[in-house]
């Protein structure tokens, strides 16, 4: 088994996609989950080629899936972290589920698809959400840092630039902000949005790198950093008040 996260062109838009290849599968599938992420699993042997045709063939219903989704009201953000609640995290949703135990103090897990927080059984319904969300937030925090470092990482190199250097900070309404001294620092909830969103904020501040404003230059190296920019740009403006706690 093994996964992979690539990508095609296609008119202007870059479609990501993460491949999985199962031994004794026979047939070739593609998802788009609530996201928008998509996912092609395939039969062991499979090519890149195949699974790129594949993906090609299938951008325009891609694109109606994700023009569906966008008319979905999205959930509001304001959790109160009880079991049942859920957050997407790069574009893969996490179920909340939270157990009452004996238990001296708040604890967090993940696994496939579930967050599960372990809560002291006399824990206060305001004492459970204050602690499950710092935790979660620490670990969300660690993750942007993480990921943030990867994907600046892919843009410098594009765009010809040394590794730049990333922090996390809680910057308020802004997904990200570029320092006078060139470090680039994201939101901690910046992982929350889709990786494609994700790696348009990691761009966009690492064109400040280059230029301070948003002027045509800016908006050239954007486009040599990810073609896609403006479409991404357009859904993190729509669609950007879901991605929080
Ligand atoms: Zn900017």
Not at 190 to 214: K, N, S
Request: glycine residues 6%.
């Amino acid at each position: 088994m093994s996964e992979r996260v690539r990508s095609i062109q296609y008119g202007n838009t870059t479609f990501h996609y993460q491949v999985r290849r199962r031994r004794g599968r026979e047939t070739l599938e593609l998802t788009v989950d609530q996201a928008g992420g998509i996912t092609v699993t395939a039969p062991g042997g499979t090519s890149d080629e195949r699974i790129a045709a594949t993906v090609r063939s299938k951008a325009p219903w891609i694109m109606a899936q994700w023009r569906r989704q966008a008319r979905l009201l999205p959930p509001p953000p304001g959790r109160r972290f009880v079991s049942g609640e859920s957050i997407a995290y790069l574009g893969r949703t996490y179920q909340f589920r939270v157990r009452k135990l004996d238990v001296r103090q708040v604890s967090m897990s993940m696994q496939a698809g579930t967050i599960e927080f372990r809560v002291p059984k006399r824990c206060s319904d305001r004492a459970q959400r204050t602690e499950c969300r710092q935790l979660l937030v620490s670990w969300l925090r660690e993750r942007t840092a993480l990921h943030g470092q990867r994907a600046c990482g892919r843009i410098c190199r594009k765009l010809g630039l040394e590794p730049v250097d990333v922090a996390v900070r809680d910057i308020g309404r802004r997904w990200g902000s570029c320092t006078p001294s060139g470090r680039v620092l994201l939101h901690w909830k910046a992982v929350l949005a889709p990786m494609p969103l994700f790696e348009y904020v990691c761009a966009h501040e690492v064109c400040h790198i280059l230029h301070r404003d948003h002027s045509a230059a800016f908006r050239r190296a954007l486009d040599r950093a990810l073609p896609e920019w403006r479409d991404l740009a357009a859904r993190l403006e729509s669609r950007g008040y879901r991605y929080d706690l």
